[in-house]
């Protein structure tokens, strides 16, 4: 059982959406250019539990994307994200452009598009 929120919801698409438009355009989504030290891409905070860095698996790659989002005061492409060079060491193949076109492609299965 879970209780309906339908504006909990509604937040919810919208990010999804932004965040969607977002990876179509080849940009993080980022929303927090502040150079401070604990600046996080959201304006979160790292360490508190009410926000879900505690259980990622990438806040090295995520900082060190914030620091160049932040040195140069706007977005970065995902395309030049750390964690590109991250996965090509895992798998040596990987580009982000076969990554865009296998999720677009899945996209369009999944919502009935040729």
């Known amino acids: 059982m879970f209780e309906y929120d339908p504006n909990w919801l509604r937040v919810g698409r919208t990010k999804l959406k932004r965040w969607r438009e977002a990876f179509l355009n080849d940009t993080l989504p980022a929303t927090n250019f502040e150079d401070k ?20 698996d990438f806040g090295q790659i995520c900082r060190e994307d914030h620091k160049l989002a932040v040195s140069r005061g706007t977005h970065i492409a995902l395309s030049e994200s750390a964690g590109v060079e991250d996965v090509q060491e895992v798998r040596e193949t990987y580009t982000p452009a ?15 598009h040729s």
């Open 37 to 56: 030290r604990w600046s996080h891409p959201f304006g979160w905070q790292w360490t508190k539990d009410e926000y879900p860095c505690k259980w990622c």
């Open 98 to 112: 076969r990554a865009r076109t296998a999720v677009t492609d899945f996209w369009k299965r999944r919502n009935g």
